[in-house]
């Protein structure tokens, strides 16, 4: 309906005629309709019920139209307007778009059904004109006649498609030629008020009606002229006695002065609107793609937060009035950060593309699905709160993402992390609702990742916390908080001390002294890992060049490096840069890095450590055996120590698969010429079933726990030991 009304607003604006009162009426039934009933329209984004990929408490009446799964419908629907309209629009419009399926032909024939009413608007005219004696009544119903036969005959030769046979299908000038024979014939059957009937009729059927140029309401005013001189001089040879030909020739003269003044007018009138109707259109685009870049994100095409909010606030509106349940869900896809540090963001762009279309494609007509920034998503659906049916609802997004296992040719494993909150139990405001579906997430990653975990009262208690340890990691640095602890590393043969491993500790303000497993995942999700890894560098060769000029034996430092900081472009430069700036020897620093870390991307691991290498830096695996190493790319890895994990070492000797994987462990390494170290010795029974299958090196509390520097320095001294690595 509003595509006609605008069609009918565009056709009436130079019409003298009831036409403004047909678009005032056609106005007022769609604002009413819209006003009474705006809140029963489809939100933006909504999908339809039907789709049977959730159970559906009940279907809504009113989906989205295909394909625009995220646009909203411009108009009411019929069944909206109020029955105090008599105008059902719906019957109007499916009137006016009968044509066979062409949408040209359907313009056609709206343009000739707007056309005709100018006729229309003529039979008052005539009517009052007999009525008041200004014209023969007799003569004035024939005119009437004529102009519903004429319309009739062209309203046939749109509905049949003849029209089409013209070289104008829109038939204006055939318009044009017969509305003016009608007139003519009127003008010469009337035996007076000739002028009444030509002006009215000339105005109302004329420059009323079609959108001309000038050159066009030029040649048809010559037509008019040319017309109404015949009916002057058929008058002058059949009718003599009824005309006064003076008279009618200075009609005849007067028209001829006004008419290419008319029509000079007349065209540029018509170019004007022609020119605002474009400058309109070019506004409402403009204003839809400002609309569309201020509510959607550009890379997936998704609503963005901010039309999301919106949505929200409306959907809550809705569930508070019909007191129904509404369900939201928080996304976050699970090491997305890791994608983006190695294989670069506009691989990680891509990802994310991908995964909005698989979660996009998994969600009902009537839901809606939405970017927030980043690598978060959420949904809201609608008449949704049963737990059994959002656990289903989860279990099918976690499904759809999991099976993106491949873009572009490069294989990968992606997951998703969901949390789950409900209206009204969970909340009644947006705010309240994401926050609660947002620490639900938290803790789905914190079980894991890879799952769901709806919101509970319990949960938010862990929220400050969490939120205070993340300050303090990003004041730590800034504090001095960190503190570097060491533990010796032992000659299984003759119990020397060949180097220590750094660990990294925090000493809280208020918590106290924590371990690595209290604050690293944090560190690790909020990329504050870098910055700390680097610290730890730095005071480590600082105190390794403090170790050497005190006189103590040269010892190898081992210092952990994080999966994001070995993918750190910058990593060779920046350890390069620390090396000198510090004064120590690079043979001295050895870097701990986890099988998974290099089995990531193999090539790229191969071509870093070569370059860590060659710089001097040793280098070992640290937790063997736990991840999935290919022994075809372990040999060509630049290694020079493999450490057996303790997972391994806990149950020696008793259990016989671990004395088993130890032993192939130790032959391997020793095959590939590469030193073993076994970590977490605790008791005399592990240390001798490692001694026994050849382990090279252990460290554990057997020997010693990690030391502050000074203990380590009074440890060294104490035990009269010399460094034998070098």
């Known amino acids: 309906m509003g595509g006609m ?18 678009v005032r009426i056609v106005r007022t039934a769609q604002q009413r309709g819209l006003r009474d009933t705006r809140e029963t329209m489809p939100p933006f984004g909504h999908r339809d019920t039907r789709y049977s990929g959730y159970p559906v408490e009940s279907a809504k009446a009113v989906p989205a139209p295909v394909g625009q799964a995220f646009s909203r419908d411009p108009g009411p629907r019929s069944a909206q307007v109020r029955p105090g309209i008599r105008l059902d629009e719906s019957t109007v419009m499916k009137y006016l778009s009968m044509a066979g399926g062409d949408p ?31 014209i023969a009544r007799e003569p004035a119903w024939i005119l009437v006649a004529m102009m519903v036969v004429v319309n009739v005959v062209l309203y046939a030769v749109f509905r049949t498609g003849l029209n089409r046979k013209f070289s104008d299908p829109n038939l204006t000038w055939l318009q044009v030629f017969v509305g003016n024979v009608v007139v003519m014939y009127a003008v010469y059957s009337f035996d007076q008020g000739r002028a009444v009937v030509l002006n009215l009729s000339l105005v109302a059927l004329t420059f009323g009606v079609f959108h001309f140029t000038t050159r066009e309401f030029v040649k048809a005013a010559l037509q008019i002229l040319a017309g109404y001189a015949a009916v002057i001089n058929l008058l002058m040879f059949f009718k003599p006695e009824t005309v006064n030909v003076y008279h009618e020739w200075f009609q005849w003269a007067g028209l001829a002065a006004v008419l290419p003044l008319f029509a000079v007018i007349g065209g540029r009138i018509s170019g004007l609107r022609q020119r605002l109707g474009a400058s309109n259109e070019e506004l409402r685009s403009a204003l839809g793609n400002v609309r569309q870049i201020a509510t959607h994100d550009h890379l997936t095409g998704l609503p963005n937060r901010v039309l999301f909010n919106e949505e929200l606030q409306r959907a809550l509106a809705r569930a508070e009035r019909h007191a129904r349940p509404v369900g939201l869900f928080f996304m976050d896809l699970d090491r997305f950060k890791n994608i983006n540090d190695t294989l670069g963001h506009q691989f990680g762009d891509r990802v994310l593309q991908e995964a909005a279309k698989r979660l996009s494609s998994c969600v009902r007509e009537g839901d809606i699905i939405a970017r927030l920034g980043g690598d978060e998503f959420v949904l809201l659906v609608e008449e949704q709160g049963d737990p059994a049916a959002l656990t289903e609802i989860a279990r099918k997004l976690l499904a759809a993402v999991s099976e993106l ?15 789950i909150c409900a209206y009204p139990a969970d909340g009644r405001d947006p705010k309240t609702l994401l926050s609660g579906a947002d620490i639900a997430m938290y803790r789905a990653k914190d079980r894991g990742r890879n799952g769901f975990c709806f919101y509970s009262a319990e949960l938010q208690s862990h ?13 730590g640095l800034e504090r001095g908080e960190f503190r570097v602890y060491y533990q010796p590393k032992i000659d299984m043969t003759s119990g020397a001390i060949t180097g220590v491993e750094a660990l990294l500790r925090w000493q809280h303000p208020e918590k106290g002294l924590l371990l690595p497993e209290k604050f690293i995942h944090l560190a ?53 840069e620390i090396l000198k700036s510090t004064g120590t020897e690079a043979g001295i620093l050895e870097l701990e890095i986890t099988e998974s870390m290099v089995m990531r991307d193999p090539d790229v691991a191969v071509k870093l450590m070569r370059n860590l290498r060659a710089m001097g830096v040793h280098l070992t695996i640290d937790d063997f055996g736990t991840g999935y190493s290919s022994l075809g790319y372990l040999k060509l890895f630049p290694i020079n120590n493999l450490k057996v994990d303790r997972s391994f070492v806990r149950d020696l000797p008793h259990s016989k698969d671990d004395v088993a994987i130890t032993r192939a462990v130790i032959a391997m390494a020793h095959s590939l010429e590469m030193n073993v170290i076994a970590e977490g010795v605790e008791l005399r029974e592990q240390l001798d079933v490692l001694r026994q299958e050849g382990c090279d ?22 035990s009269g030991t010399r460094g034998t690595l070098s």
């Open 463 to 475: 929220t400050p916390e969490k939120l205070a340890l993340e300050a303090g990691l990003r004041h």
């Open 524 to 576: 690790e999700e909020t990329g504050l890992i870098v910055p700390i890894g680097l610290w730890t560098l730095r005071e480590v060769c600082t105190r390794a060049k403090a170790w050497k000029e005190a006189g103590l034996p040269r010892m190898p430092v081992a210092v952990n490096l994080s999966a994001l900081q070995f993918r750190e472009e910058q990593l060779v430069p920046q350890l390069a």
């Open 5 to 22: 009304c605008r069609i009918v607003a565009r056709q009436s604006n130079a019409i003298g005629s009831p036409f403004p009162l047909y």
């Open 405 to 419: 296992r491949k873009i572009d040719g490069q294989e990968l494993n992606v997951t998703l992390s969901i949390g």
């Open 104 to 134: 040209e032909q359907a313009a056609r024939l709206r343009r000739f059904v707007l056309a005709s009413a100018a006729y229309a608007a003529c039979v008052p005219l005539v009517w009052l004109a007999s009525k008041f004696n200004l």
């Open 697 to 718: 090196e252990f460290q554990g509390y057997l020997c010693r726990p990690p030391l502050v520097e000074e203990e380590l320095i009074r440890f060294i001294r104490e």
